[in-house]
């Protein structure tokens, strides 16, 4: 079955920090892969895109074909970033089951 | 520019009572329109999408349902809730053709 795993539920980290939050897929073909974040108390909305290959506050994901993954990083956290985050691929209805990203100052 | 609306943005019900929630959107034209569900510890959860007036697809059997009587209006309704429908309901539109979604502002249902 066609999936999008985010392995870990809670990742925190401290302020100034490297982040990696994992997105793996498990299907075939060209995946149109999608960060998703949802910052408290506001809606979910688009971080980035793929085949956009743009840095999003200061966010980036390269999607590796050889490890089916689409990891979201960001070399320096900051308290701002800490969120609920979804890896999905929205055209073929799928996402993971979200990772909260706890910066701590 | 194109805007989503979702009411109520909270809502406590009784376990056994109807339930009614509403999506607009403006700006757009033929939007596929979605609903989805985020519980606690269990992430996003499709629950129905449509790509037309009258046309609903459902990803998960429950007691849930969805219409859609107008072409921006997406209503997501129960005869009879139950507990483990308390969660925070998403909705979310897209242009047809483009993978992008946009959601609503989300409505926070507790089932008491």
């Known amino acids: 079955a066609q999936r999008v795993t985010q392995p870990e539920k809670l990742l925190s980290v401290f302020k100034g920090a490297p982040v990696e939050l994992k997105c793996n897929y498990s299907y075939s073909g060209s995946p149109e892969l999608f960060w998703y974040v949802q910052y408290s108390r506001q809606r979910l909305q688009l971080l980035l895109r793929h085949i956009s290959r743009e840095s999003i506050k200061g966010f980036t994901a390269d999607l590796n074909k050889g490890e089916t993954s689409f990891h979201l990083k960001k070399p320096f956290a900051q308290e701002e970033d800490s969120a609920m985050y979804y890896c999905?691929?929205?055209?073929?209805?799928?996402f993971g089951q979200g990772t909260t990203l706890q910066v701590k100052p | 520019s194109q805007t989503i609306h979702q009411w109520p943005a909270t809502l406590v019900q009784p376990v056994g009572s109807p339930l009614s929630l509403e999506c607009t959107v403006e700006g757009t034209s033929n939007p596929n329109l979605y609903w989805y569900r985020q519980a606690a510890g269990r992430g996003l959860q499709l629950l129905f999408y449509?790509?037309?007036?009258?046309?609903i697809s459902s990803e998960v059997p429950q007691n849930l349902s969805a219409s859609r009587p107008q072409d921006r209006q997406f209503i997501l309704s129960s005869k009879k809730l139950l507990l483990s429908d308390s969660g925070f309901y998403l909705c979310?539109?897209?242009?047809?053709?483009?993978?992008?979604?946009?959601f609503g502002p989300g409505t926070r249902l507790l089932v008491l």
């Open positions: 979310a539109w897209s242009v047809p053709g483009l993978e992008t979604q946009y």
């Open positions: 999905a691929n929205p055209g073929k209805l799928i």
């Open positions: 449509s790509v037309g007036i009258g046309q």
